[in-house]
């Protein structure tokens, strides 16, 4: 059994806290973790498409599902927005069975309004349904997205020729 304080603090002061404690069982299995593979975090610029692959594998080659969660995700069970208006596509290649492998394909229209200081974080899951086994497995990992402003493309810059014959530096 474990037991531990979540504080929540807010602009250094804390306002609350709770104490929680959950319970861990160990069980012996041959079964071994599936494993999520995400690209490295990314840094895109607003309006541009990132697409890219996902990959789940299972070293037993039992049947896995890979998933998409988090808020730039529709969740699959009421079919809304997991809380950003701007949604990412998550779709699996449906590669099995029978070996243990699933890809997916990330797609994520970035527009303006995405612009944002902190990163945007996908998370994806894959989890095994072991033959030998009730015990299923899971394995989580999370690919940040920086969205960043397009740099500026309509600028001009003319010489200011008064300013400079009016304006010397002194020698």
């Given at each position: 059994n474990v037991a531990f304080f979540v504080d929540e603090w807010r602009n250094g002061l804390r306002i609350s806290s709770v104490n929680r404690d959950m319970q861990i069982i160990v069980i012996e299995s041959a079964n071994?973790?599936?494993?999520?593979?995400?690209?490295?975090?990314?840094?895109?610029?607003?309006?541009?498409?990132?697409?890219?692959?996902?990959?789940?594998?299972?070293?037993?080659?039992?049947?896995?599902?890979?998933?998409?969660?988090?808020?730039?995700?529709?969740?699959?069970?009421?079919?809304?927005?997991?809380?950003?208006?701007?949604?990412?596509?998550?779709?699996?290649?449906?590669?099995?069975?029978?070996?243990?492998?699933?890809?997916?394909?990330?797609?994520?229209?970035?527009?303006?309004?995405?612009?944002?200081?902190?990163?945007y974080q996908a998370t994806f899951r894959v989890k095994d349904f072991s033959n030998n086994s009730d015990l299923s497995l899971v394995d989580l990992q999370t690919w940040r997205i920086n969205v960043v402003g397009p740099a500026p493309d309509t600028l001009i810059a003319e010489a200011d020729l008064f300013f400079k014959k009016h304006h010397r530096r002194p020698d």
């Amino acid at each position: 059994n474990v037991a531990f304080f979540v504080d929540e603090w807010r602009n250094g002061l804390r306002i609350s806290s709770v104490n929680r404690d959950m319970q861990i069982i160990v069980i012996e299995s041959a079964n071994n973790r599936p494993t999520v593979v995400v690209p490295r975090d990314t840094c895109i610029v607003a309006g541009s498409v990132l697409i890219d692959t996902i990959v789940g594998f299972d070293p037993d080659s039992n049947f896995i599902v890979l998933t998409g969660e988090g808020g730039l995700f529709v969740d699959p069970d009421t079919d809304s927005g997991g809380g950003h208006a701007n949604q990412a596509e998550f779709d699996t290649l449906g590669l099995q069975p029978p070996n243990g492998r699933e890809e997916g394909v990330f797609r994520w229209q970035t527009v303006c309004e995405d612009i944002r200081r902190e990163p945007y974080q996908a998370t994806f899951r894959v989890k095994d349904f072991s033959n030998n086994s009730d015990l299923s497995l899971v394995d989580l990992q999370t690919w940040r997205i920086n969205v960043v402003g397009p740099a500026p493309d309509t600028l001009i810059a003319e010489a200011d020729l008064f300013f400079k014959k009016h304006h010397r530096r002194p020698d």
